[in-house]
């Protein structure tokens, strides 16, 4: 027991132990009498068998087989348990002949492993291995294995935690990896938060947490400024976010620069200022839209705080004196402000974050409630004169246009369900048009694909073709009837509903009743296409039983077509929904004085609501024969029956039918074309040619003569009709760029994009360029826009979120043009283009799942208003259901330690590549991304490896967490790596030494060592004081400081002087230290052998310290083989720590 020391303490009860289950004796091993585990262990290290007793190989396995049982039949004491444990431990890491290492070998040789590609695989394999068995014996931090185990058994143990610390395992967000305790154990905790989240499918830190809190200072209240300052981690090379932001902002004053000339008198160049305003105010009242892109999730709501809508300022500000001019609203019609103030409350509203159904964001789904709701509802004159106790003022409310777009921005977001239906009654009763419109279509989204009953009958009653003949006639407004009959096909999306399919089926074709709603028609009918589209999205090919006998496809065909043929059949299926839910009795007051269509069906109003719900019913089908209900025209009569417009509906729903078969390239663009089209601008172009007399004509038909030629060219030309032509090409151009930004929305696809941008440019030559030749190419101004704002928008949703700045300088050019010619919504278009650039501030992007493209079309419909007030082709409300499409898939770094979003170089994997992809978070993820695996690329941080294939398939992604080195800082905060590179010199003076600590980590131990060991107030030890600074610099730069209390225990040891302060258990850890440090190169491979915890200057100080402290000589050592020395360490107590620091071979009796 002198040699062993405390630790053979209880080990005679390691040979034998009860069970209590058995209430037999049993045997841990074969031993005959108590061995030494610190012998063991130090045979173990130095691989030369274990000696002590009878022990061999077979004994450690018998021990170990029968271990776990008596621990659980609790037959062991704490010491037993201790001692087992570490032998397991030890026997993982170390013995060659534990079943650890045949594992391993079994592995290698199922997987063809090979000792040349991995030489540390081994050790990998067996350090990994040993954590987990850690964690399976309930150690759960580095500090346990310190505090309850020597220096020389815990220090084996904590650098193969640091091992893995430094190398740990890939991580698996579906989970089939290390439990997050064992990345806690390595000291990874951002590891573990990081499957902790995926494990919980939640998406942790987003942008709402830190991107606009309550420290930013927004004048406006638009959100603009908190994102600019987001931002600039996303695009940190320059000021595109602030350009963008300057450009959608709509709440300052415009310049108003009006040049004067010198005949014009005051009253005049007063009225020119106040037209050249109207025009800016025209454009900045269409805004809304793309600035509720831009600041899409941006906002941390606050319980207690009012969100609060910014001001639509129609105002400029007038050089050099700045002054302000209001814009004259005499000259403006009434409802110029209605629609705009509902798109800027959507706007407003679209600043909170997505309420996900579990996770994180389970913080704002409690800060927006019903009460939240309410409190932020609008106070209107009449409730704020009787509040003030005037009765009689006789004030009407003033209408919140702002506050219905503000509840369907709730409704989009996931929070307007928490109003009950008394607060819903409430709003639909004192409501607004657009208060009316807001509720239907958010709470449509907010229940959409679910059926709710509920919200169903809300919807229902609004809409007069389905209430039964005994309900009063309602008056209600088409944009009412058309916003609820959204809303139908929002919440019956995908469920095939045979009611509603049959309601919204007969409302294509319905006949036109009052004289006030026959002037939104087209609006309401294509509503109706695209929610029976929805409604039955991707029900195509597999007819649900039930709806075989309404024949859709082909009363959809004939509403294309506009034949009648099988009239009686078909106006049979139409009785019942009649417009008046009275059957075929329509009241005479019901009756439409204005329009008179007999039985006869208007194709320009049926056709392109029919076009896209059959295109919806059937996308990604490549059902040929319903593509080719949808052909082109190939001749110029049937060119001049279809309307042009149609012909880009036609192209789009025949590409979502032919899905795969798009192809990011101008060659499929120029397919789309029919060939009557191309021969025909062929031959316009020959005309054009030969009047401007041009060099290259003779090159046209070399054997023809001129006056041939000429003759043929003119007879060709007055075959057809050129501006036809013209506006045929256009569509359809603008149709495939349509349907190339469906295809490929959010996916940065550069060669899609290209050929978006070559048929934008020519969009722009046609408007700018006033040459012979292009003018034959050129349609009237009305299609020309409406191509260029579809081209332009088309790019916008290829590159969402990108920010790409080709893409930006292409719009920033298109809205430059601002004059009369320039309509409302081409304002909006290029606003909405902008937005989509960067929407969510580059975080968000759009999905092309088919319930994706089916929003992306009900809000990019390429018909944009003429006026504010305009609804008459499409519904405004529908342009913000993109929200819908919208992921968030930004990958963003959150340093775990200080909960901060930070910038480090990533590196991604392709799966069909070897090039990876080198990158910066933050970074957005395209939604067709092909990642395998993430490793992030920085020497200031924790490495990590990331499996990233399932990223494709997921929504939003989960935050990337990482953990900051000491030494190091920030990117932000040291770009260049100056400050971070001179920190590893160390430094001598104190203050700057201690403040150096304090800026590099935040370990509260290395501070406290530090403060009180480094610098102590005593001036007779220097070299004391320079080893603790050194052993700080050491373990604050290698990341280490959990290894201080073991160095001032080997400082303690150091500092005992003589034999008799040194303890045998002080001995046998300096002994176990001395052997792991000789024997760890034989064990890990060289470059993590150089990571050691403890420097070989501290042990071999140690050791001749130790050394020195003994003063036995070799005749004492010879004197112990006499008979009379058997009380020998009665005579001298050092000598037996001598021998086993000497590891002298005596043979002697264990008391």
């Known amino acids: 027991r002198r040699v062993c020391g405390g630790y053979s303490r209880c080990l005679s009860n390691a040979c034998n132990a009860y069970s209590m289950l058995s209430e037999e004796k049993q045997r841990l091993s074969k031993f005959a009498i108590c061995p030494c585990i610190m012998t ?121 935690i640091r091992r893995c610390r430094l190398d740990p395992p890939q991580v698996d967000s579906t989970g089939d990896c290390w439990p997050p305790a064992a990345f806690d154990l390595v000291g990874r905790n951002d590891l573990a938060e990081f499957l902790s989240q995926s494990q919980l499918e939640s998406s942790h830190g987003s942008l709402a947490n830190n ?148 996770g994180a964001e389970g913080k704002d789904r409690r800060t927006i409630t019903r009460t939240w709701i309410k409190f932020n509802k609008p106070v209107t004159a009449a409730q704020d004169s009787s509040s003030s106790g005037n009765n009689n003022s006789g004030q009407a409310p003033t209408p919140s246009y702002a506050h219905g777009g503000f509840l369907m921005a709730l409704g989009l977001r996931g929070y307007l369900s928490a109003l009950t239906t008394t607060d819903l009654t409430d709003y639909l009763t004192q409501g607004t048009i657009t208060t009316t419109a807001g509720i239907f279509l958010g709470m449509a989204a907010n229940k959409r694909g679910s059926c709710d009953p509920s919200v169903s009958k809300m919807l229902c009653l609004h809409v007069p073709s389905l209430l039964p003949p005994s309900f009063i006639p309602m008056d209600l407004a088409s944009t009412v009837q058309a916003a609820a009959v959204a809303g139908i ?75 009648t043929d099988g009239g009686s059949e078909f106006h049979g299926r139409k009785e019942g929904f009649d417009g008046s839910g009275s059957g075929s009795n329509q009241g005479e007051m019901d009756r439409n004085s204005r329009i008179y269509e007999v039985n006869s069906l208007n194709r320009d109003i049926t056709a392109p609501g029919a076009t896209l719900a059959l295109g919806l019913m059937y996308i990604k ?21 279809i309307r042009p417009d149609l012909l880009a509906l036609r192209v789009v729903s025949r590409s979502l039918i032919l899905w795969n078969d798009i192809e990011p390239t101008s060659e499929w663009i120029d397919f789309q074309i029919p060939s009557i089209v191309k021969n025909s601008l062929h031959l316009m172009k020959r005309a054009a040619a030969r009047a401007m007399a041009m060099s290259d004509v003779e090159q046209i038909d070399d054997d023809q003569t001129n006056a041939e030629r000429d ?94 700045l080709d893409s930006f300088r292409l719009f920033r050019a298109l809205r430059w043009k601002c004059d009369d010619g320039t309509l409302y919504g081409t304002h909006m278009a290029f606003g909405a283009a902008i937005g989509l650039l960067f929407l969510g501030g580059g975080k968000c992007t759009l999905g092309s799942r088919p319930e994706d493209v089916a929003m992306l079309i009900a809000a990019f419909y390429p018909h944009f208003p003429i006026l504010s007030s305009d609804n008459q082709y499409h519904l405004q409300a529908l342009r913000h259901l993109y929200v819908l499409a919208v992921h968030e898939r930004i990958l963003e770094a959150v340093d775990v330690d200080s909960n901060e979003k930070v910038c480090i170089p990533i590196e991604l994997s392709l799966a069909n590549s070897q090039e990876p992809v080198q990158a910066s978070t933050p970074f957005l993820v395209a939604n067709d991304s092909e990642f395998v695996e993430l490793r992030s690329k920085s020497d200031r941080y924790y490495p990590i490896v990331i499996n990233a294939t399932d990223w494709n398939t997921r929504g939003n992604l989960m935050t990337l967490f990482v953990k900051q080195k000491a030494g190091h800082l920030s ?79 080997i400082i303690r040891l150091i500092e005992s002087k003589g034999p008799k302060r040194i303890s045998i258990e002080n001995i046998w850890d300096a002994k176990l230290l001395r052997t792991y440090t000789d024997t760890r190169e034989r064990f890990v491979e060289k470059s993590a052998a150089l990571l050691n915890l403890v420097n070989r200057k501290s042990t071999a100080l140690l050791c001749e310290r130790i050394d020195d402290s003994f003063d036995i000589g070799d005749s004492t050592v010879l004197s112990l083989a006499h008979e009379d020395a058997e009380k020998w360490w009665d005579n001298d107590p050092s000598l037996a720590a001598f021998l086993v620091w000497s590891e002298v071979p005596i043979k002697c009796c264990m008391v």
Request: charged share 25%.
């Open 40 to 160: 063991c262990l130090d045979d173990i290290l130095q691989q030369v068998g274990i000696t002590s007793g009878d022990f061999n190989a077979e004994d450690a396995v018998y021990g170990m087989s029968v271990y776990k049982d008596l621990v659980e039949s609790t037959g062991l004491n704490g010491v037993c348990s201790y001692s087992w444990m570490v032998m397991r431990l030890f026997s993982i890491l170390f013995d060659k002949n534990s079943l650890m290492s045949k594992q391993y070998n079994f592995l290698k040789n199922t997987e063809a492993m090979s000792d040349d590609e991995d030489p540390g695989s081994a050790q990998c394999y067996r350090d990994r291995t040993a954590i987990l068995a850690m964690l399976d014996e309930g150690i759960y931090h580095s500090i346990q294995l310190q505090d309850e185990l020597p220096v020389g058994v815990s220090l084996p143990l904590l650098e193969a």
């Open 211 to 358: 991107a606009d809190n309550a420290s930013c200072e927004d004048p406006d209240n638009d959100g603009l400024v908190a994102l600019e300052d987001y931002s600039s981690m996303v695009f940190p090379d320059d000021n595109r976010v602030r350009e963008a932001a300057r450009l959608l902002r709509s709440s300052r004053a415009l310049f108003l620069r009006v040049p004067r000339p010198v005949e014009l008198s005051d009253h005049d160049y007063e009225r020119s200022k106040q037209e050249k305003l109207l025009l800016l105010c025209r454009r900045s009242i269409s805004l809304s839209l793309g600035r509720g892109m831009l600041t899409l999730g941006t906002h941390n709501v606050l319980s207690a705080e009012q969100l609060l809508i910014p001001n639509i300022v129609l105002a400029g500000r007038v050089p050099p004196a700045n002054g302000t001019l209001a814009l004259d609203m005499t000259s403006c019609p009434a409802n110029f402000r209605v629609w705009p103030e509902f798109h800027n409350g959507v706007a407003a509203g679209l600043r909170l974050p997505h309420n996900h159904a579990n």
């Open 489 to 563: 096909g929002l919440l019956y999306q995908g469920s095939s509903h045979r009611l509603m399919t049959e309601f919204l089926l007969n409302e294509i074709g319905r006949q036109p009743m009052k004289d006030q709603n026959s002037n939104d028609r087209e609006g309401f009918a294509l509503v109706c296409g695209l929610a029976l589209g929805i409604v039955n999205l991707e029900k195509g090919t597999s007819t649900v039983s039930g709806l075989e006998d309404l024949r859709i496809e082909e009363r959809l065909h004939r509403y294309i077509s506009g034949r």
């Open 621 to 641: 089908s490549h059902n040929v024969s319903i593509a080719s209900s949808l052909q082109l025209p190939e001749t110029h009569f049937s060119l001049d029956y």
């Open 711 to 804: 003759d043929e060219v003119k007879k060709e030309i007055t075959d057809f009709d050129p501006q036809a032509v013209r506006q045929a090409n256009a569509f359809i151009i603008a149709g495939a760029c349509f349907s190339l930004g469906l295809k490929y929305a959010g996916s940065a696809n550069r060669v899609a994009a290209s050929a978006i941008i070559e048929r934008a440019l020519w969009f722009l030559e046609l408007r700018d360029n006033k040459d012979t030749v292009t003018l034959t190419q050129r349609p009237d101004n009305s299609t020309l826009i409406t191509c260029l704002c579809t081209a332009a928008i088309s790019l916008a949703m290829v590159m969402a979120g990108t920010g790409d």
């Open 971 to 1049: 990117y932000l905060q040291d770009p260049n790596g100056l400050r971070s590179l001179s920190m590893q010199t160390g430094s001598a003076d104190r203050e700057s030494f201690l403040k150096s600590i304090n800026l590099f980590s935040n370990d509260a131990m290395l501070k406290s060592f530090a403060k009180y060991f480094c610098f102590s107030s005593f001036d007779d030890d220097e070299s004391f004081e320079r080893f603790c600074s050194d052993i700080a610099h050491e373990c604050m730069t290698e990341e280490k400081s959990e290894i201080l209390p073991m160095y001032l225990k």
